[in-house]
């Protein structure tokens, strides 16, 4: 078990971020990738091979890939402006609205495809910075060692321990909602601290390895050998981040969303359901607005949870499903 | 104790399942045991020795798994039982010791716990009997029996590993299998630790395999020497013939790599090259790519075992002088 | 004993940072929205509570130094000023008083089931591994898991509140009923609860599951668990005694940790079903701008997830000989 100091790291297990979920690190028993000294293009081909045989990867893979289309080119798929309302409401499917149109007159389905973008701006702008920044500051602490070690691990503590979702509604409070941007520069605040542990985990066992010792014999600066040795085999960890916050963000961003403390007037799932719960959907008979835009999430959170799960697989074949040798092996009648 | 042998291991295979296929990690072992006698097993790392022994003792996990062959201890065939049916003859009969204590001992139980977990499940019931036998144990490694109030990682290295033999002679067992038990300690302690194991076989007559790639220093306690190479028995004698004069190439490649203190300073050789993979080994002799003396025959057909003065050796160079054997 | 002084050290430390965060927070927002929100509000407002809210929120004349140790001083004495528009005069303290129960009962208890259903259902996963159901479940447990809080808990609302009526899904009891100790009370109240309860359930279980079913396997691979095989040992103890017993000493800590996330979920659980607990608090305040019980509110649940941590962390020294004594 890798026990740092202060809050003894929540072991490593199955995923998940959202708002009452209790998060987990990523990969079980400390086994976490690949030997030092692989480097990044080869890391790139290990995933793409191993996402191919992995088929949770494969699903996961599939999904986002489907939604990232959908984001890039709405127009195509979906032929009405989300915000407009001017169609007869609270519509059942049809097939002019193909899941019939919300208590304001706006079609339902092009509210879900012209939502996706949002979302996934979202998500990814959440998945990149929070992974840079718990990337910047675990492998500095782990590099630095002392007490700049000390002051860096507590400050990361601090901001793990104290409850995320809580701290982001008290924020967005403050500010009276919340624009994408906002959103994503606050769920990075709360999140990155998450992954900056794991990254100082393992980068501190790194640390001393010999193709490290090479570099500094060698006489290269620090910061050369935190961002040219350290960092590129640290892949597999640093996509994983990824696609953890990425998750984090989808359900958080939502979640706000649906309190209202996102921005209303935007299209996105989150606003979506805040409008239907605000409406009653379910009492006036309009179940869909609430139900597609949650399968929605479901959908995509579903797509980074099983990606990260199939990493977790590949990175320890321990958890992977177990094979026998069916038909050869040694059976005894009882 | 039994008449014959205590141990009879027939045609033993076991083989992995990987992405890459199926490795046979152990292919045909077959050898005898008999009561109170030492069998050290020696090889390269990835010879299949450590597989070896927990295919005996019944303890590999999925994916390993023994495929064929039998392994006959006290008259019964353990090969294809359940951990349920395996269970009363489990430490009575035959214990265990592993490479390292620290691993092997389960750190959120004392000592006495441990010891007390095995009799129980053996039907030792009395906490009298169970209190006196532990520390009887303890005493004949030399430990304090005060330490069986201590958890495994307050005692020093050399501490654990005694206590998890001491843990092995419990039940006074016919068959005690070691798995490189000193490998973790100094040189110092090596020693010291494998004398003691040899009295206490000697004063409780116990039999042993004892695994190791130390060759040296297992061949001044065993009776027999069992030599491995690619899953496969290359070489098994009795100690001193095999290590005096060993007969086949990579034995003597192994020979001559330990350094001896006495005598005549002797350039130090190794053996070039690695072990072959074996998920597609090569189809003659598995030794043929590293042979110093190989010559065609090797290449080709892969050698039976040939008796040659009461040693087995599997190498076409003893082929003619007796007849096969395996 | 002094691991657990170094742990409550840190807490300390995070108490700290979070009532620091609470001071700077307003301030650091464009127009500080708390003085206008007081403003307000004045009028309801009692002597005593306007003056911890000057410290509180950076109305008045007093250097900053000065109000933040105003600040502190006040929340020692659990001075928190009283509510501005949620429930006007009345002292935050009160409110959040009656709040507790209601979110202890139902987060707490639920919580602590599906922590104990879900070990115990991944240390039996992990025992009985191999075959099709170790491959199918884990992907279903992980999609359970990313489903969010709130849209279960309306789903299951359509279910069985709206299409079927079996249950309330509205306030913590019926409120045509006055509460007490009665049998009829206590049976509605717990009706009330098992939908919001079972959302929590359902969402939080597959983290435990998997949870312990990944550190069980990686134990089950250890030395210790084949040495107890090999001693001949029924297999209910290896499961139990050597295998469980090891692998579950990360997850306490773990489980603790995500207790803030539990939280987090909770307060959406409360929104949806109208339960008027904490987490349906802090979102009214949200809605009414009312800072002070936000703030109040806040603080609390942060200290309630450190004191968890915090006995997590001495139940894990408690099974765990290797941390306890020198460290």
Known sequence: ?334 | MTTGPVLEVRDLAVEYATERGTVRAVDGVSFDLDAGEFIGVVGESGCGKSTLLFAIAQLLVPPAAVTGGSVVFRGQNMVGLTDRQLASVRWRDLSVVMQSAMNALNPVKTIAAQYKDAMRAHGVASKEQIEARSAEVLRMVGIDPVHLKSYPHQLSGGMRQRSMIAMALLLTPELVIMDEPTSALDVVAQRSLMVQIKELQEQLGFAVIFVTHDMSLVSHFSDHLMVMYAGRVDEFGPTRQVFDSPLHPYTIGLTEAFPSIRGPRVPLTGIPGSPPNLASPPPGCRFAPRCPKVFDRCRQESPELYHVNGTLVRCFLHAEEGGGDD | MRFVLRRLGFFVLTLWAALTLNFFLPRLMPGNPAIAMVALHRGSLSPQALKVMEAQFGIGHQNLAAQYFSYLGNVARFKFGESLTTQPGVSVGRIVLDAIPWTLGLVGLTTILAFLLGTAIGILGAWRRGGRLDSIMPPIFVIMTVIPYFWIGLILILVFGVKLHWLPYFFTYNITLTPGLNLAFIGNVLEHAILPSFTLLITTIGTWILTMRNTMITTLAEDYVRMARAKGLPGRRIMLDYAARNAILPNLTGFAMSLGFVVGGAILIELVFNYEGVGWLLLQAVNNNDYPLEQALFLLITGAVLLAILIADVVTAMLDPRTRGAR
């Open chain 1, 1 to 334: 078990m890798a026990t740092l100091e202060a809050p003894g790291g929540p072991g490593n297990t199955g995923e998940s971020g959202q708002p009452g979920q209790p998060a987990m690190a990523l990969t079980p028993g400390g086994g976490l990738m690949p030997q030092g000294g692989i480097s990044g293009a080869r890391s790139l081909r290990r995933m793409t091979r191993a996402i191919r045989s992995n088929s949770k990867a494969t699903v996961g893979a599939g999904l986002l890939v489907l939604f990232i289309l959908v984001a890039l080119f709405p127009g195509v798929i979906a032929h009405d402006d989300p915000s407009a309302e001017i169609y007869g409401r609270a519509l059942g499917p049809s097939s002019s609205h193909l899941l019939g149109t919300t208590a304001f007159g706006q079609d339902l389905f092009a509210q879900i495809i012209y939502g996706t973008r949002p979302v996934l701006l979202i998500a990814v702008g959440v998945g990149l910075s929070a992974t840079i920044i718990a990337m910047l500051i675990g492998v500095a602490a782990a590099y630095l060692g002392g007490a700049w070690d000390g002051v860096l691990s507590l400050f990361t503590d601090v901001l793990l321990v104290i409850p995320a979702f809580p701290l982001l509604i008290v924020i967005a409070s403050y500010l009276h909602g919340a624009s994408t941007l906002v959103l994503i520069a606050v769920v990075t605040a709360v999140s990155w601290s998450y992954t900056a542990r794991q990254l100082r985990a393992q980068a501190l066992s790194l640390r001393n390895r010999d193709f490290l010792e090479a570099a500094r014999v060698r006489g290269e600066r620090s910061i050369y050998i935190i961002l040219v040795e350290i960092i590129p085999t640290m892949t597999s960890l640093l996509v994983a981040s990824f696609l953890t916050n990425a998750l984090y963000a989808v359900l958080f961003s939502s979640s706000l969303q649906f309190i209202g403390l996102g921005n209303p007037n935007t299209v996105s799932w989150g606003t979506m359901l805040y409008w239907a719960e605000n409406n009653e959907a379910f009492q006036t008979g309009q179940a869909l607005w609430i139900i597609v835009p949650g399968l929605c999430i479901v959908a995509l959170g579903a797509a980074f949870a099983l990606l990260n799960y199939a990493f977790d697989e590949i990175g320890n074949p321990a958890l992977r499903p177990v094979r026998s040798i069916r038909g050869k092996r040694v059976k005894r009648p009882r």
